[in-house]
Structure formats: structure tokens, C-alpha cells
């Protein structure tokens, strides 16, 4: 991949709380699955950052794309095989999502995005996801087909990393590992659009957000983010899904964002998330279909 999939373009406008007056609080900085990532802990119980970078670890030796050593690299390269337990686990969570959006999320748009990227005509009859058999821990892809994951995999790592933590005792953290998850809050975090910036709030409490700006990079004539039926329209600027779990939230920014109004409205209230959409011209709509 040269470059991320997806532009990052929701960011910290601020963190302080109340607590922040008086407790010690560190930040981690570094790379996870190709983006940008950190880790704000507050009060954080001895040994609760390694436990967090050894998962992160297993994260990118499970779902990378750009180390050919990786579990995906190399089910890509044999046409499948047998899963971890990580990787069972989420493209299940992808069977569910593909069939949630109406096919609208498929993962197996890969050898395109190559394709389009490296300026090759795409083999459009690969984008299938209907060809993957998925029985258990077994995979096997059909003729041609290869998996990416980044619609959806810096979500999943997300959640295992906040899971981490809450296993090790705290009580407060920010992580960032492209999409945003919080234990505890509030945090305010800020949604950014690139072609027309600031364009509101939202908070993070014991949730999670995640945010898609298809235009953030073109391959010819198509956006990033490619519809599996070759359309190369997308309806919405910048996408922000708030959810309870950053898995969801990550897989449905890529997928509402090959939606229209009325369906990512449908799609709010059937998955219980609330959305906030930007559209072409700068103006900002919002869902809320969150119980609460």
C-alpha cells in the first residue's frame, strides 16, 4: 500500500478533565497499521503501556499490509489458509458488516485499489465477497482475490488495545490508533473535514469514533474508498460514525460513505450509531440513531 487508505482527519481539540488538574497523566506517541497513534493514560498501574505496545504488536503482525511477513499479506498470497483467533474474529465482524450495508463494505476490493494506484486497469470481476468461503477458523479466497482490512482492522486494534487497558485497572485513557476509543471521559475531540476544516464537536465517553474523507486521496478519477459495484461516486465529503466499539464505527465511516442520506439514516438507527456528515458543499447533517 503507498499510502494509508483512509485520511485521519478527526484530532484531539482537547483532553483536560477534571481529574487532569491533579492527576498524573502520559501520553505515548507513535505508529500503528501504517497511521499515526497514541495513548493517553491517566493514573496508568505498572506495566499497562507494555501490555498495550505488545498488543498493538500482534495487531500489526495480524492485519498488515505492508509487512509481507504478516497473517493477511500472507493469507493474500496463499488464497487463504487457517485464522488466528484475531483475525476469525473480525472477518466474521466483516461478514456481518458486508451484509448489514448491503454489500456496500468488501473488503475485497484490494487487487483494485492496487491496481488503480500503480495506474493498471483493475480486474473489477475479483470485487466479490460473496466468492470468500468462511467456515470457522478456515478461509479460502476465490480466483484473483486478495483482502484489505484498513476499512476496518485500525478499528478492531482500537478495541483490543482499550480492552487491554481496562484489564489492566484504568479507569481513564484516550487511544488513538487511527480511530478514536475512550475508557472513561469526557474527551472532546473535533471533526475535521479537508476541504472545508473545523466543523464541530463531538465526546467521547466509554465510546468510540471514526472518520472517513473519501477525497483525502484519489486513484484517477475514484476516490480511496471504492465502491464494490465500480461506482466511482461517493455522496459525503467526510463521514464521523460515534458507536459504542471502534470496530463498527471504522467499518460504517467506510460504508456510509457510498450511501445517501436516507440510507446512512436507516443504517444510524438499525446499528445504533449516530453520524455526522459533511457533504460536497460544506454543510453538515447529523444522525443520531444511539439509544440514550
Given at each position: 500500500m503507498i499510502s494509508r487508505r483512509r485520511f485521519i482527519t478527526i484530532v484531539a481539540a482537547a483532553t483536560a478533565l477534571p481529574w487532569h488538574a491533579t492527576a498524573q497523566t502520559s501520553r505515548w506517541r507513535g505508529r500503528a497499521l501504517g497511521a499515526d497513534a497514541t495513548i493517553d493514560l491517566m493514573g496508568a498501574p505498572t506495566g499497562a503501556l507494555d501490555a498495550a505496545l505488545t498488543m498493538i504488536r500482534t495487531m500489526e503482525k495480524t492485519?498488515?499490509?505492508?509487512?509481507?511477513?504478516?497473517?493477511?499479506?500472507?493469507?493474500?498470497?496463499?488464497?487463504?489458509?487457517?485464522?488466528?483467533?484475531?483475525?476469525?474474529?473480525?472477518?466474521?465482524?466483516?461478514?456481518?458488516?458486508?451484509h448489514a450495508t448491503g454489500g456496500l463494505f468488501d473488503p475485497t476490493v484490494q487487487p483494485e485499489f492496487r491496481a488503480l494506484a500503480e495506474g493498471r486497469t483493475p480486474p473489477w470481476e475479483s470485487v466479490a465477497w460473496e466468492q470468500v468461503q468462511l467456515s470457522g477458523d478456515k478461509l479460502k479466497l476465490g480466483d484473483g482475490q486478495?483482502?484489505?482490512?484498513?476499512?476496518?482492522?485500525?478499528?478492531?486494534?482500537?478495541?483490543?488495545?482499550?480492552?487491554?487497558?481496562?484489564?489492566q485497572g484504568l479507569e481513564h485513557a484516550l487511544i488513538s490508533l487511527g480511530e478514536y476509543a475512550s475508557i472513561g471521559g469526557p474527551f472532546r475531540l473535533s471533526i475535521?473535514?479537508?476541504?472545508?476544516?473545523?466543523?464541530?464537536?463531538?465526546?467521547?465517553?466509554?465510546?468510540?469514533?471514526?472518520?472517513?474523507s473519501p477525497s483525502a486521496l484519489q486513484l484517477g478519477d475514484k476516490t480511496h474508498i471504492l465502491h464494490p459495484k465500480h461506482n466511482a461516486a461517493t455522496y459525503w465529503s467526510t463521514v464521523s460514525v460515534l458507536a459504542e466499539r471502534a470496530?463498527?464505527?471504522?467499518?460504517?465511516?467506510?460504508?456510509?460513505?457510498?450511501?445517501?442520506?436516507?440510507?446512512?439514516?436507516?443504517?444510524?438507527r438499525q446499528a445504533g450509531v449516530d453520524l455526522t456528515l459533511v457533504d460536497q458543499d460544506g454543510d453538515l447533517t447529523s444522525i443520531k440513531g444511539r439509544v440514550g
Open positions: 492485519f498488515s499490509l505492508q509487512d509481507p511477513a504478516s497473517e493477511l499479506s500472507q493469507l493474500n498470497a496463499n488464497g487463504g489458509g487457517r485464522l488466528s483467533p484475531h483475525m476469525a474474529a473480525l472477518l466474521h465482524e466483516v461478514d456481518a458488516l458486508h486478495a483482502l484489505t482490512l484498513n476499512g476496518i482492522a485500525q478499528g478492531y486494534a482500537t478495541d483490543q488495545v482499550r480492552a487491554v487497558l481496562k484489564e475535521e473535514d479537508p476541504h472545508h476544516g473545523a466543523m464541530g464537536y463531538r465526546t467521547l465517553e466509554n465510546t468510540a469514533i471514526a472518520t472517513s470496530t463498527l464505527a471504522d467499518g460504517l465511516s467506510t460504508a456510509v460513505a457510498l450511501m445517501p442520506g436516507k440510507d446512512a439514516q436507516l443504517m444510524a
